[in-house]
T-cell receptor, first 112, second 115 residues
Framework: GDSVTQMEGPVTLSEEAFLTINCTYTATGYPSLFWYVQYPGEGLQLLLKATKADDKGSNKGFEATYRKETTSFHLEKGSVQVSDSAVYFCALTTDSWGKLQFGAGTQVVVTP | EAGVAQSPRYKIIEKRQSVAFWCNPISGHATLYWYQQILGQGPKLLIQFQNNGVVDDSQLPKDRFSAERLKGVDSTLKIQPAKLEDSAVYLC?????????????FGEGSRLTVL
């Protein structure tokens, strides 16, 4: 079945550091890929998405590129802020109903 | 635009008791999902509705869990009887239409503790 694997956390960074969270997937067919973020005390929210190979999703300074050859969708941000402290989930869907398969999540802690 | 509303936010019960969670999706969203998120894990889909019909309930433990979506709007998820391993956050999400597959709007969740 479909699955998503993310790097384990927590990832602890200083403000203005470069952030990378690795995500790889296994899927039948051609999935759409997503990053969701959960800030403390809030619900999950969509951060960015990519629907086909070589697409780049971007939002709030975050980027991720759909790499079919390596089945990856790594999340990056060039300069993190304390407000980026959250849990980040990589996810995919392969069906038209949009059923999402999530990774286990990666906690990111940014210190001043 | 109002978001997805869920209640209660927190619930503590003893094992073998029952519990119900309520969800009101974003107005006009035809698709509604219930996910279970166990601490340290990603959300797992329990059931998906399209309007008031079930699209996928393959991972719903039907011997103890039930869900309904009357009139294609609000939804309730019930657990009876609860087990210790049901301790989790129950997330409700809705989606506007199939053209935006995977773009889900989540509520804040209902945290269940089973003692």
């Amino acid at each position: 079945g479909d699955s998503v694997t993310q790097m384990e956390g927590p990832v602890t960074l200083s403000e203005e550091a470069f952030l990378t969270i690795n995500c790889t997937y296994t899927a039948t067919g051609y999935p759409s890929l997503f990053w969701y973020v959960q800030y403390p005390g809030e619900g999950l929210q969509l951060l960015l998405k990519a629907t086909k190979a070589d697409d780049k999703g971007s939002n709030k300074g975050f980027e991720a590129t759909y790499r079919k050859e390596t089945t990856s969708f790594h999340l990056e941000k060039g300069s993190v802020q304390v407000s980026d402290s959250a849990v980040y989930f990589c996810a995919l869907t392969t069906d038209s109903w949009g059923k999402l398969q999530f990774g286990a999540g990666t906690q990111v802690v940014v210190t001043p | 635009e109002a978001g997805v509303a869920q209640s209660p936010r927190y619930k503590i019960i003893e094992k073998r008791q029952s519990v119900a969670f309520w969800c009101n999706p974003i107005s006009g969203h035809a698709t509604l999902y219930w996910y279970q998120q166990i601490l340290g894990q990603g959300p797992k889909l329990l059931i998906q509705f399209q309007n008031n019909g079930v699209v996928d309930d393959s991972q719903l433990p039907k011997d103890r869990f039930s869900a309904e979506r009357l009139k294609g709007v609000d939804s309730t998820l019930k657990i009876q009887p609860a087990k210790l391993e049901d301790s989790a956050v129950y997330l409700c999400a809705s989606s506007p239409d199939a053209r935006r597959a995977g773009e889900l709007f989540f509520g804040e969740g209902s945290r269940l503790t089973v003692l």
